[in-house]
């Protein structure tokens, strides 16, 4: 967990952030859109499950997080499948 948050300070130094629940906007955008695989599964999830901009956005945060975990640079669909496994578990 330690390296994540190191990916983390890394990526967003000079941004104003520390952590991918901190991006919004266009910098969350450019860290966090998934591979056409995840985007795919994300805008269909965000359909099915009625998900509104602010749960849409969560789900790109916690996927980029499940990525740093384990040390990739995209995310991925399964990041995103993962990051979507939580979110039906929560609600």
Known sequence: M???RDIQRER???HGQR????????????VATPDA????????????????ARGYHRVLRVARSIADLAGVDCVGR????EA????RIAH
């Not at 979507?84 to 979110?87: E, T």
């Open 19 to 30: 952590t991918n629940s901190e991006a919004e906007g266009e910098l969350l955008d450019r």
């Open 78 to 81: 399964v990041h995103v499948a």
């Open 2 to 4: 330690s390296a994540a």
């Open 37 to 52: 695989a995840g985007l795919k599964l994300l805008n269909d999830a965000a359909d099915r499950m009625k998900l509104t």
């Open 12 to 14: 967003y130094a000079g």
């Open 84 to 87: 979507l496994s939580y979110r």
